[in-house]
């Protein structure tokens, strides 16, 4: 499947239990968010390294499309609300 990198707005929840939960051994996965104070925010190298891009919310692809142009094709939303526990 190769490099999937999860994004979300803080990398706190959604995208950070999307990645530990959907690493297998033909992957590697990554997360991040569009806020300026996420955990782990966005960079254009981790854009760059993945494969597919999976977004929680229609405003994450938003975000990033305005961000990192050249894109598009690798991404997808999930429409995960923000109203989950981590795990």
């Known amino acids: 499947m190769g490099n999937i ?3 979300c707005s803080q990398a706190k929840i959604r995208s950070r239990t999307a990645a ?3 690493k297998t051994a033909s992957n590697e996965t990554k997360y991040c968010g569009t806020d300026v104070d996420a955990d782990v ?5 981790m854009v760059d ?10 405003s994450h692809r938003n ?3 305005r961000k990192f142009k050249g894109h598009s094709s ?3 939303v999930w429409n995960i609300e923000d ?5």
């Open 5 to 7: 990198l999860f994004v």
């Open 83 to 87: 109203k989950y526990y981590f795990m």
């Open 49 to 58: 390294w993945a494969d597919h891009i999976i977004l929680m919310e229609q």
């Open 74 to 76: 690798k991404m997808q």
């Open 63 to 65: 975000k990033v499309r």
């Open 20 to 22: 530990i939960m959907c």
């Open 41 to 45: 925010p966005i960079t254009r190298g």
